[in-house]
């Protein structure tokens, strides 16, 4: 089949049905270790667009930039909603497929269809006090984060003023969802065995799925009480926004805030800290200097914490890369493969036409991530306090030894061993410029609280001491 490209020059395009191919399987091994030469395989025998197997189900799935640009910058040829996919309309998607579960909670991240701008705009209308930071909202919020941060170091400290520590498991992942229960307004400490059973659904383990079943009750109990007594939280100013909302579709939102940005939050600290600590010294004197985003933003061009958006879909037969891809085939755009285009990546290693803002981590368009802002600002807080309270860090292993995780969606470190030495005095926390009850953060739980909870009582059994 042949196409007419802008500059009247044409080429063949493979006109084969998705259903037709024997793709090779994405998840393999080789995946989960060196993701990277998985690409570059696909991309040498397929172009910029390549079919792939996931689990079971054929799928495209998007290499290159540009094209990685045209799919999520076009909602109209390139929509979201399951209800477009052909192969689920004519059942052939599995009942059993692995990622139906994850896809088929219809939250704003996978919506489509005419009621998805009220809800992007309803979210949008509930985030912006939290990611304004003129707000008081985002003051309270960034001072809680820079309060959790805090009692998370200072429960390092109490193996010694040096030792060993996976920053992972006990800062990196914990920090984000102890920030989402001050967002989705837990009173007390009542989300920490939520945010427990979050973990353990991010981890896919032989628990997730009752896991799953207690996190999504806690959640609706969570949406009714704030339906009846609204505050000042993400939960209630969603409501606001938009008042039609059931219990259960306001708890399949707060699912998708609490999973979405605590995963992919405490991913971008764990690569920035190995960024920072494993880099040239100039790394760690640019954070000083409060260059920490713009860190971040270079660590998310080479190891995006989200490496694989959920599927949009053909609307018709549309031609991208060499391929026809036919109406209703599920599209997968993968960031981490179009921020090695050799294209784009080529242009950033000059440094001369493209910023580092340039990067695909929150996606693009209308659909970019709602909560990128927020998610920054927790990552940030985070990655400043460490290097405020550690005088040094030094990796356990060597970088190339860390051990990593990955999912259909998500590229992250299993663990982030080691070396630490506090400093003999923490540099305060900033003083509050204006009212003081516009930042101030939550109280932090006292003794008793923390060892009835079940977030702080594993945390405490990491403790590790001695070098």
């Known amino acids: 089949?042949?196409?007419?490209?802008?500059?009247?020059?044409?080429?063949?395009?493979?006109?084969a049905r998705l259903e037709e191919m024997t793709p090779e399987p994405l998840l393999t091994r080789d995946y989960e270790t060196r993701p990277a030469l998985v690409y570059e395989r696909l991309r040498q025998q397929h172009g910029p667009v390549a079919p792939v197997d996931l689990l079971g189900v054929p799928a495209w799935l998007v290499?290159?930039?540009r094209e990685a640009l045209e799919v999520l910058q076009d909602d109209n040829n390139w929509p979201k909603g399951l209800e477009n996919w052909r192969a689920r309309s004519e059942g052939r998607v599995p009942a059993d497929w692995p990622l139906g579960p994850s896809l088929e909670v219809n939250h704003?991240?996978?919506?489509?269809?005419?009621g998805y701008r009220a809800l992007r705009m309803a979210w949008d209308t509930a985030l912006r006090p939290f990611q304004d930071p003129r707000q008081p909202e985002a003051k309270r919020l960034k001072a809680a984060a820079t309060a959790d941060a805090d009692a998370l170091i200072t429960l390092i400290g109490q193996g010694g003023r040096t030792g060993v520590a996976d920053l992972s498991a006990q800062f990196s992942r914990p920090l984000p969802l102890m920030v989402a229960s001050h967002l989705l307004g837990f009173p007390g400490s009542q989300g920490d065995d939520a945010l427990m059973d979050m973990w353990r659904v991010l981890d896919a383990g032989p628990d997730a799925e009752p896991a799953l079943g207690r996190l999504l009750e806690t959640l609706a109990d969570l949406a009714a009480v704030k339906i009846k007594q609204p505050g000042n939280d993400f939960p209630s100013y969603l409501l606001a926004a938009h008042p039609g909302l059931t219990v259960d579709e306001l708890a399949r939102e707060l699912f998708m805030l609490l999973g979405m940005t605590s995963d992919h939050v405490g991913i971008l600290i764990s690569n920035t800290v190995v960024e920072v600590i494993s880099g040239e010294g100039g790394v760690r004197a640019s954070l000083s200097a409060g260059m920490v985003r713009e860190t971040m933003n270079r660590v998310v061009m080479r190891k995006?914490?989200?490496?694989?958006?959920?599927?949009?879909?053909?609307?018709?037969?549309?031609?991208?890369?060499?391929?026809?891809?036919?109406?209703?085939?599920?599209?997968?755009?993968?960031?981490?493969?179009?921020?090695a285009d050799p294209l784009f990546a080529g242009q950033m290693a000059s440094g001369s036409t493209i910023s580092s803002r340039a990067h695909l981590a929150w996606g693009a368009g209308r659909r970019q991530c709602p909560a990128r802002e927020l998610a920054s600002m927790v990552a940030a807080a985070g990655v400043s306090r460490l290097f405020?309270?550690?005088?040094?860090l030094t990796l356990a292993l060597p970088a190339d030894q860390l051990p990593w995780r990955s999912s259909p969606f998500m590229r992250g470190l299993r663990?982030?061993?080691?070396?630490?030495?506090?400093?003999?005095?923490?540099?305060?926390?900033?003083?509050?410029?204006?009212?003081?009850?516009?930042?101030?953060?939550?109280?932090?739980?006292?003794?008793?609280?923390?060892?009835?909870?079940?977030?702080?009582?594993?945390?405490?059994g990491l403790i590790r001491g001695g070098r």
């Open 1 to 15: 089949m042949e196409t007419h490209l802008g500059d009247g020059a044409s080429m063949d395009l493979d006109d």
């Open 63 to 65: 290499l290159g930039y």
């Open 108 to 114: 704003v991240l996978i919506q489509g269809g005419p």
């Open 304 to 339: 995006p914490p989200l490496v694989n958006f959920v599927p949009r879909f053909a609307a018709r037969d549309t031609p991208l890369g060499n391929y026809m891809i036919h109406a209703g085939d599920p599209v997968w755009v993968s960031s981490a493969a179009a921020h």
């Open 388 to 392: 405020e309270r550690f005088s040094d």
């Open 415 to 460: 663990s982030l061993p080691v070396r630490y030495e506090l400093t003999e005095d923490p540099p305060p926390r900033p003083t509050p410029a204006s009212d003081p009850e516009e930042t101030a953060p939550p109280a932090l739980p006292d003794q008793e609280t923390q060892q009835r909870s079940s977030l702080w009582r594993y945390l405490t």
